[in-house]
């Protein structure tokens, strides 16, 4: 008899709150099984195989990398930016706090026209690096990505950037180059949840975009800086939120010498990077992918991948253009 009543006394209070009924573990199974058979969970082509093999490509999930000063974050989200957004046709937003329009153009630029962006800045180009660029500033008027410059943003203000670029481009992807503290975004949240310190608001942001991701349907990618602990500045919490973090950093010493990485080197501008994928909620983490960068061209090339000092060995594999989720 108290069951009885107890589980009334359940029903209503559910009702009140607007509790929404579970369902069988097996409900709609067949139907998804079927659809993963037909169009298998993956996403964009991001341009790195070995993160399209283990990753599933740029899916709209949360992404974040984690490096400290000058490693190349917003580098990398410029990257992916124009990979997706040149070459796959996919629409997308770079929403920057630190670098100018022109300072994202030029790099985006020097990766298509294959021309260090140095020389793009001095104006010593060659005639045929000259060709080369005009060619380059074509393709960037055929792509499909927008960039929005807000140095002192609000949680608000960068909701409704999304909102208005997904209800006005049919945005797909959102680059938000990285997570940091500003005035007016410790001023919204302290009035919003009372006095918060700066590490809280960061904290509070983070969650705020994984909360956009499944509210409005994209992929989100941000960045945040390192400390000399190897956490995120602010708080290491940041990550808790996400569904893939990645840690670009410096190859240690003894990286150098037991991977023989200096044999990777062969221009002057070229330097060997590590990402390491410490979280991946589809699939394998704790990896890292050996890359041979070089900023000025925004080029990045894979060549190793390692995990518990065993190198893997990634088969190149075909990426659908449509996401699934």
Known sequence: MVNHYSKKLVNIEADYLQVKEGMHISYMIDELMKELENKPIMGFDCGIN????????????????????????TR?????????????????VFISTELTV??????????LADIPERD????KLTYEQ?????????????????????????????????KRYILNKDVEYVFFDYIKESISMIEEMTKKVGKVDGWKALNLFSERLKMMVE?????????????????TSGSAAIPNAV??????????SDEYTKHELALE????????????????????????IFMVTDMGKLSYREFLVVKNDMRLTVTPIKMDQRVRD
């Open 50 to 73: 070995t993160l399209n093999y283990y990753l599933f490509g740029l899916r709209k999930k949360y992404y974040l990398i984690s490096a400290s000063t000058g490693l190349g974050k």
């Open 76 to 92: 990398l989200q410029a990257f992916f930016s124009l990979y997706l957004g040149y070459y796959l046709q996919i629409p997308n």
């Open 102 to 111: 022109d300072e994202i153009q030029t790099m985006m630029i020097a990766y």
């Open 120 to 123: 793009i800045l001095l104006g």
């Open 130 to 162: 000259k060709q080369r660029r005009d060619i380059a500033t074509k393709k960037i008027k055929d792509s499909l990505i927008d960039i929005v410059y807000v140095p002192d943003f609000t949680l608000e203000k960068i909701e409704n950037i999304i």
């Open 215 to 231: 509210k409005y349907g994209v992929g989100i990618m941000t960045a945040t800086q390192l400390n000399k602990d190897g956490d």
């Open 243 to 252: 569904d893939v973090w990645m840690k670009l950093r410096n190859p240690t």
């Open 265 to 288: 080197i062969r221009h002057t501008d070229d330097r060997i990077m590590a990402l390491d994928i410490k979280k991946n909620r589809k699939g394998m983490n704790d990896f890292t």
